[in-house]
């Protein structure tokens, strides 16, 4: 575990205004945060040039929340990877539960994302995690295996991508996973990826949380062999977002 770089990503999700995100970006910018963590920040997409032109100079990254897979087109109100690489942004978010649930996003929808992204030299954060309804009946695991074996039927190198567990039933509710059971899923995800992309790229793969992660609840998780970072939403927004990144310190 130690040879994977911990990663935390900030899903700003469709927070924000040019001015408190500029606000935000200044606090990161001059916060100590752990050399040894990779920090990426996803700002709405009309922020993202901002963004990135406010973080030139720093080790901090700049991520998108979504794509579209087509190039360019009649695909109004989308934005293409292809765009996405044009315009400098190296990371793109794929598959977070609110695309999935309220937009409709399939699994293979989310796996030829995936596909056309790296086609175009992004790193990819791609999610998975189960519903309340499918954690009640035990069937957790299937979903996250169900969700990344459409990506690995479309695309076989997987190391540009980070893996986020993502619970819905942690988002934004304030109801954070236990140690346990993030460990207990991070675990599965993480045998998967031995059997499916051998031991090499298995162990080497990045299985962030997220789930109302916060600064009280970051250490114990980020203290499990398989949680390799987290993905952030309600808290990137505050100062506490710091102390998440500084979790293994
Ligand atoms: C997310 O949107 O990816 C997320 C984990 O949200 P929150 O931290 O607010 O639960």
Request: proline content about 3%; aromatic content about 6%; some cysteine.
């Amino acid at each position: 575990s130690a040879a994977r770089t911990f990663f935390v990503g900030g899903n700003y999700k469709m927070n924000g205004t040019l001015d408190s995100t500029k606000k935000l970006i200044d606090i990161l910018k001059s916060a100590q945060l752990d050399p040894k963590a990779e920090v990426v920040v996803a700002p709405p997409a009309l922020h993202l040039l901002l963004t990135k032109e406010l973080l030139s100079g720093s080790k901090i990254g700049v991520s998108a929340q979504n794509a579209y897979h087509k190039a360019s087109g009649a695909f109004t109100g989308e934005i293409s990877v292809t765009q996405l690489k044009d315009a400098g942004i190296p990371w793109v978010i794929l598959g977070h539960s609110e695309r999935r649930t309220l937009f409709g996003e399939k699994d293979d929808d989310v796996a030829e994302k995936t596909k056309a992204g790296l086609e175009q030299g992004l790193s990819v954060i791609l999610c998975v995690g189960e519903t309340l309804a499918e954690r009640e009946k035990n069937e957790s695991i299937n979903v996250v295996v169900r969700q990344l074996d459409a990506v690995a039927k479309q695309i076989s190198d997987w190391s540009k991508i980070v893996v986020a567990y993502e619970p819905v039933w942690a988002i934004g509710t304030g109801k954070v996973a236990t140690a346990e059971q993030a460990q207990e899923v991070h675990a599965a995800i993480r045998k998967w990826a031995n059997d499916k992309l051998g031991s090499q790229a298995g162990e080497a793969l990045r299985i962030i949380y997220g789930g109302s992660v916060a600064a009280k609840n970051c250490k114990e998780l980020a203290s499990q062999p398989d949680i390799s970072g987290f993905l952030v939403g309600g808290a990137s927004l505050k100062p506490e977002f710091v102390d998440i990144v500084n979790a293994r310190l």
